[in-house]
């Protein structure tokens, strides 16, 4: 069965008016010595595409799917039928999931697991049958009531052991289907009130399962990248992966900073406070960018709205500095966005993923002219180039302290600042969006 009216999407160029077609997304293109595919590395989320049904707080779902009627594997096999053959109408090369995504939960954990097992079986034919590949996979660990009181940081030990369950079977499940990096996002780890919350106890237990998780990798041999992927709130008032600062810290503190990297959200940044930008630029200075959720919140309203990322000026500024950290892989962009409530027919699915992609092929373009030009690098070292001589340069290299410093101060406090031209290299920025 087919499930999408066309066979593929093609890249027609800016020009077109083909609503079914790219205009700047052209896979196989060569930009800064690779093809527009390797810099981008698409992925489709599985939830938000294929299990997400449009409800929200305030009404039930309203998406049609020709899936509708159907129950537990019957539903499961066809919702990855009908992903794949979206990934390839798009030319799409990844894919992510959580374990419940594939596979329905059981009555027990044990058939649970068997559950998922079937699933893999479907996935891995799948995967041969399309050279699709699993670009990270994870765990669900904050729908079930279960987890009331999180994963990994609850007060129950009981759910600790339950969570280390799934998380190894996800384990072997990524390696299986070759997955290239495995993501761990806090979901409920977090709390409601410090009343009742010994925050030093969780997260001494929240280390303590990074780390039982990175001895069973070495164990069973999967070699995936491990990410975090920072959000500030929701579900929990207070998430303990606020940001990618907090979550560097916390790294740095059990010694956990060599085995992890980010997945950063686009709609996560802009809940803590902080521009995508930012989150992304925090991670690559620190060697810790390992991954991006591709999407957008809307600005006027203080929830995740997870929308597909039209917005050029955030795409271009990720773009740049996914090129200034030499590439993203094996991470990759992962659309973890969905469809609005009113975008309910199947083939707004690939007005979503269109939109996305070309925003994103777009951005690419114009970041890899700044970046070829050196259009913000020039005025960046001219802004800071006191550091590169005399007092500023004996700073640096650490070769003055405060009574070298009071002594140099007394002599030059006359201060002369220079503007820092933000205006300018904002109106440069804009030029290169319009005129790449």
């Not at 599985?46 to 929200?56: E, I, K, M, Q, V």
């Not at 596979?103 to 050279?131: H, I, Y």
């Not at 207070?238 to 085995?259: G, I, M, N, P, S």
């Not at 993203?328 to 969905?338: E, M, V, Y």
């Amino acid at each position: 069965m087919s499930y999408f009216k066309v066979d593929s999407i093609k890249f027609e160029g800016p020009q077109s008016k083909n609503p079914l077609a790219f205009k700047h997304y052209n896979k196989e293109e060569v930009i800064a010595g690779k093809k527009m595919k390797d810099h981008l590395r698409f992925a489709m989320s599985y939830w938000h595409t294929l299990t997400a049904n449009g409800s929200d707080p305030f009404g039930v779902g309203t998406y049609v799917r020709p899936w509708d009627g159907l129950e537990g594997m019957e539903l499961a096999k066809e919702r990855a039928k009908a992903g794949f053959e979206l990934m390839q109408v798009l030319g799409m090369d990844y894919y992510c999931f959580h374990d419940i995504d594939v596979a329905p939960e059981g009555e027990t954990l044990q058939d649970t697991f068997d559950n998922l097992d079937e699933m893999v079986d479907c996935l891995e034919k799948l995967q041969k049958e399309t050279g699709i590949k699993l670009l990270w996979a994870t765990s669900n660990m904050f729908s079930h009531p279960r987890f009331v009181h999180g994963a990994a940081t609850s007060c129950n030990a009981d759910v600790f052991a339950y969570c280390a369950a799934k998380v190894k079977k996800m384990l072997e499940v990524a390696k299986r289907l070759g997955a290239e990096n495995y993501v761990f996002w806090g979901g409920r780890e977090g709390y409601e009130t410090l009343l009742n919350t010994d925050m030093g106890l969780e997260l001494d237990n929240l280390a303590r399962f990074f780390k039982m998780a990175v001895d069973y990798a070495k164990e069973i041999g999967f070699t995936g990248q491990f990410l975090i992927e920072p959000k500030p709130k929701e579900p929990t008032k207070h998430q303990y992966d606020f940001d990618a600062a907090t979550v560097l810290a916390f790294l740095r503190k059990y010694d956990l900073d060599k085995y992890f990297k980010m997945n950063i959200e686009a709609n996560h940044a802009t809940l803590a406070g902080h521009t995508f930008h930012h989150e992304l630029n925090t991670c690559r200075i620190n060697d810790a960018l390992g991954s991006i959720d591709a999407n957008q919140g809307d600005m006027l309203l203080g929830w995740d709205t997870d929308q597909f990322p039209t917005n050029v000026y955030d795409s271009t500024l990720a773009m740049y500095e996914v090129l200034k950290n030499g590439g993203i892989a094996p991470g990759g962009l992962n659309f973890d966005s969905k469809l609005r409530r009113g975008s309910f027919e199947l083939d707004d699915l690939l007005y979503g993923y269109i939109a996305g992609m070309d925003n994103f092929a777009k951005g690419l373009r114009a970041a890899a002219k700044l970046v070829e030009d050196k259009a913000l690098d020039e005025y960046v070292e001219k802004r800071y180039r006191s550091y590169s001589e005399g007092i500023g340069k004996d700073i640096v290299d650490g070769k003055v302290g405060f009574a070298e410093l009071s002594e140099y101060a007394l002599g030059h406090d006359q201060i002369v600042n220079e503007s820092g031209h933000q205006e300018l290299l904002e109106t440069i920025l804009n030029d290169y969006i319009y005129n790449s």
